[in-house]
C-alpha cells in the first residue's frame, strides 16, 4: 500500500527505571496515540553507569501522516507533543519515585 501524502517523524528519547517495561510503554502509546501517528518502533535501548544502574534511556521513532492530504509540521508537533505528554504524565503517576 504506497502513501499518496508523505509522513513527518519524531524521535523521543525517554529515561526510565528499568522497573518499567517496554511493553508496558508501548501498550500505553498505543492507548493514547493519535490517528495521525502511523506506527511507533523502538530504536535504541542506552544503559551506561552514568544513568544509573536501574535506568536506562529508550529511544522511540513515530511516524505520522495524514492520508487525506500532506500533514502539516503543527499537526504533527501538537499531535506528538500530546502524545509525549499522556505518557510522562502516566508514568509519574504511576512510578511517582
Known sequence: DLALFPSSDRD???TLSKKIGYNELLAKIY?????VCE???????FEHEKL???KHNITL???YRDREKTISQEV???AHQKLV???VHYLAEKYPD
Request: net charge negative.
Open 12 to 14: 523521543w528519547t525517554i
Open 31 to 35: 492507548e493514547v496515540m493519535p490517528e
Open 39 to 45: 506506527s511507533v518502533s523502538l530504536t535504541a535501548l
Open 52 to 54: 544509573g544502574l536501574d
Open 61 to 63: 521513532h513515530f511516524v
Open 76 to 78: 504533527v508537533d501538537t
Open 85 to 87: 505528554s499522556n505518557v
